[in-house]
């Protein structure tokens, strides 16, 4: 009755897009996809847990999808709590309407149905989904986000044989809201308990370490052909180090642009980041060989536990894996060794990226910074007798309703405006503070992290110039040292404890956008903040409205009709909120024949 009434919906959009094609986005092709949320039972390391499908699988199947296609994700919530689902690295170009975070959405609540409807403009690369919401992402939920080049666009490198997708994370056998509980208690989450690969467990290279019957990722390969392996860190707080036992790796993109293209043996990837690699099938089929992604930064012997192995299978392997797993990186005295690695990690320039324009056109180093802002993180604070993350001592509280939609509203009081551009010497608190960033600036924001933990720091909406980093606190002489020709542009960067980076961000997409960390227990705790981006001449031409099926909580809760959907399906009216283009479509219809 769902998949029925569903297709019937979709048929129906795709009809209308075709008869009203001046209410697509430029008439660009469009994709759809149904996903419903829903807990299932599994044992990714050994012991059975509940964890979060999408259409019953864990992970999440990926959305493939092409530059400048509309992506329409019909989303059916079975969870027993509210959910959003986010998308991290794709812009939303002047539609922060569908960033799927509480300050941009309402939640979608238990036994409902909303459509997100976006475009991926001049956008490619590799990307994921999650859900954002209560610390779900550490129950799964996640799954990959591939952006494909137009044909007109050639790719920096041969057409590779074939895509693998590979998703690592640090991982415990406790589910989100059990893991929630104990940060609510003022705990810490402690070591996890291993690192999936593709949401299953180690290979069993050690019968200590690894309990058997464990089920384990295989990749399989061909002797002599290359992959594009897309590599993306979904997990919760650990930093892996990812290798291939006996292969190079050739770095060919991070976070949707083109890198200067060199080879590793091994490659840290922190939270929320992805990787493509080159990887060619040139060793002795004998045996497979190990795929390996392990805790960085940590105790090795306290960590040894949080492994990921996987397999690599050659067509014509004559046996499995054998012997030690390839090492991990020996630096526990050499601290910049990372460091430079990171470094090293430099933008194509005269690559295309999703236009035929090289992707080294865009001369950020020329550009005059309009104003700097310092967002330092530290380590835990209490406030009110709990335990809170804060950027320059605020420690931020989820709004009640989206940020935009209050301010169309005219509803006073949901949040501030004044998020300071640097810390102040005064005691932490909590608030719902937002940077007031002005439309087509040109800004450096510099994340200080005097914490103890490796973090990740991602801001929605937008790909930023990562043009320096370094140990220490940072000063303006520090700029000396900047890359002002080729510094990767990406969403997600990592800052090093007691250490900085510093970001250029060409203000253009005007909305409102998460800046926060990546680490979900210090995000879970406040550590985020939103900027808000307005164009004061705005005509509709900068930031679309808010879509036709927009949800209202807070005060504007009662503003909203529900669309709950039966146990056996959904409702008439869950149908007809199917999305965001079939109320466009009626929208033209009812247009076209007015005039």
């Not at 599994?42 to 493939?64: D, E, H, T, W, Y």
């Not at 709990?386 to 931020?396: D, E, H, K, M, W």
């Not at 700029?479 to 990406?490: F, L, M, T, V």
């Amino acid at each position: 009755m769902a998949s029925s009434m569903s297709l019937t919906a979709s048929l129906f959009c795709l009809i209308s897009v075709a008869i009203f094609p001046s209410f697509s986005f430029a008439g660009d092709p469009y994709v759809f996809y149904d996903f419903r949320i829903s807990y299932i039972t599994a044992s990714p390391l050994g012991i059975p847990q509940r964890v979060i499908a999408v259409n019953g699988k864990f992970p999440g199947p990926f959305i493939n999808a092409t530059t400048n296609n509309n992506v329409v994700v019909n989303v059916w919530n079975d969870l027993d709590e509210d959910l959003l689902l986010t998308w991290p690295g794709i812009q939303m170009r002047r539609n922060s309407w569908q960033d799927g975070l509480l300050g941009t959405n309402c939640p979608i609540p238990p036994r409902w149905n909303w459509t997100y409807q976006f475009q991926v403009k001049d956008q490619i690369g590799s990307f994921f989904y999650f859900p954002s919401l209560n610390f779900q992402r550490a129950s799964g939920g996640f799954g990959p986000f591939v952006l494909n080049n137009r044909e007109i666009i050639p790719i920096p490198f041969a057409q590779p044989d074939g895509d693998i997708i590979l998703l690592i994370g640090d991982w415990y056998t406790q589910n989100h809201t059990a893991l929630r509980a104990t940060l609510d208690a003022g705990k810490d989450l402690g070591i996890p308990d291993g690192v999936l690969i593709n949401g299953k467990g180690p290979y069993q290279y050690n019968s200590t370490l690894v309990p058997a019957g464990i089920e384990y990722e295989s990749v399989p390969v061909h002797p002599g052909k290359t992959y594009r392996l897309r590599v993306h860190h979904v997990g919760i707080s650990t930093s892996l180090n990812f290798r291939i036992q006996n292969h190079n790796m050739l770095l060919v993109e991070t976070d949707g642009h083109y890198t200067v293209q060199q080879n590793f043996t091994d490659f840290d990837i922190h939270v929320g980041q992805s990787y493509s690699f080159l990887v060619t099938m040139d060793q002795n089929a004998s045996t497979d060989y190990y795929i390996v992604a392990s805790a960085r930064f940590v105790n090795g012997s306290t960590w040894e536990r949080v492994t990921g192995v996987a397999i690599l299978h050659y067509s014509n392997s004559k046996g499995p894996a054998t012997g030690p797993l390839p090492d991990p990186p020996n630096d526990i005295y050499d601290k910049e060794r990372s460091m430079n690695q990171a470094r090293s990690v430099r933008q194509n320039v005269t690559a295309s990226g999703a236009r035929p324009n090289p992707q080294g056109s865009f001369h950020y180093g020329q550009i005059s910074v309009t104003q700097t802002f310092v967002l330092k993180s530290a380590p835990l604070v209490t406030i009110s007798g709990s335990p809170r993350a804060t950027l320059n001592g605020i420690s931020f509280v989820n709004p009640d309703m989206p940020i935009r939609l209050a301010d169309q509203n005219s509803v006073k009081g949901a949040y501030k405006l004044d998020f300071p551009d640097r810390p102040f010497n005064r005691t932490p608190h909590a608030d719902r503070s937002v940077l007031n960033a002005t439309y087509k600036g040109f800004i450096e924001v510099i994340f200080q992290n005097n914490d103890i933990t490796m973090q990740s720091f991602h801001v929605n909406g937008y790909s930023f110039f990562v043009t320096g980093m370094g140990y220490g606190d940072w000063s303006e002489d520090k700029r000396g040292s900047y890359n002002k020709w080729d510094a990767i542009s990406r969403c997600t960067i990592q800052v090093y404890p007691w250490a900085w980076t510093a970001i250029l961000i060409s203000l253009d997409n005007v909305g409102t956008w998460n800046i926060r960390t990546e680490n979900l227990d210090r995000w879970y705790l406040g550590q985020e903040t939103y900027m808000k981006i307005i164009n004061p001449e705005e005509n509709g031409e900068t930031e679309m409205p808010p879509p036709p099926n927009v949800l209202y909580c807070g005060a504007l809760q009662s503003l909203q009709t529900q669309h709950r959907y039966s146990s056996g399906g959904p409702t008439l009216s869950g149908t007809l909120k199917f999305g965001n283009v079939c109320l466009m479509a009626l929208l033209g219809f009812i247009l076209y024949f007015s005039y």
